[in-house]
């Protein structure tokens, strides 16, 4: 096989979650550049744009309510005619203090978070394990490897992320369903907004320690994306790969 074909997803059906978000919508452009016919599954119409970007799919659905998340999978693969690649690029995060955290702020991080992206996972596998054959690319964090600050619930959804991706990929890779994680650095999405744009002393001490010397991009993650769902991932199961600009190795 050519370098070019290792990274062809010519005929491929994917489907991306949070793709009207900035991760999500690099993930769609990037999946779609490489030849994937795309699904985009959102709450916002952010969705319906990102899908248009691409001449994609798109399904509104919040994937907190359990229901929708179901019905939204359904549609979105019945649009596809079948599932070849899911992409879990969806979730929030409640900033503050771990005394002033309210439990229903920690219930619907973990809701949006952890629990979804298994029933996500669960729903795909449901079709690519019987068929022996399928990649499934979840989003982890920084978070997965450290507790970070005045973020305790994203830290302890997105460590469970990290765990589960590593379970799924035990049980699914003798059945040719590889499932691996990316776990983004510092992005200048709206998600980190509450640091890059709301923190400028937390936001310049995150740059401080980037080898990279500048915050990410939410197009950065291009390359992990379509690596992890291509050919060339075949026998890569179970990783979790930091797009961190170094942060991790210093």
């Known amino acids: 096989m050519t370098a070019p074909d290792l990274f062809d997803l010519s005929g491929r059906r ?14 769609v452009e990037a999946l779609a550049g490489a030849g994937a016919h795309v699904a985009v599954l959102g709450r916002s119409a952010a969705t319906d ?29 019945a649009g596809l005619g079948g599932l070849d690649v899911l992409v879990t690029s969806h979730g ?39 068929r022996g054959a399928g990649k499934i690319v979840t989003i982890a964090s920084m978070l997965s490897f450290q507790g970070g600050f005045g973020a305790a619930a994203y830290a302890a959804s997105k460590g469970g992320v990290a765990q589960l991706t590593k379970a799924l990929a035990n049980e699914w890779a003798p059945h040719g369903v590889n499932v691996n994680a990316i776990a983004p650095g510092y992005v200048k999405t709206a998600l980190n907004r509450h640091i890059w744009q709301n923190n400028p002393a937390r936001s310049e001490a995150v740059l401080a320690r980037l080898p990279a010397g500048r915050w990410g991009e939410p197009g950065d993650l291009a ?6 769902a291509a050919a060339a991932s075949d026998y890569v199961h179970g990783i979790v790969l930091p797009v961190d600009g170094g942060w991790l190795a210093r």
């Open 14 to 27: 994917a489907l991306v979650t949070g793709g009207g978000g900035g991760l999500g919508g690099a993930i």
């Open 49 to 77: 744009d990102a899908a248009a970007r691409v001449d994609g799919i798109a399904v509104r659905g919040d994937l907190s309510d359990r229901d929708q998340l179901r019905r939204g999978f359904a549609e979105a693969v």
């Open 92 to 130: 929030n995060v409640h900033a503050a203090p771990a005394l002033e955290l309210g439990l229903d702020d920690w219930d619907d991080t973990l809701e949006v978070n952890l629990t979804s992206v298994f029933e996500l996972c669960r729903l795909a596998g449901g079709l690519m394990v019987p």
């Open 223 to 228: 390359g992990a994306v379509v690596f992890l």
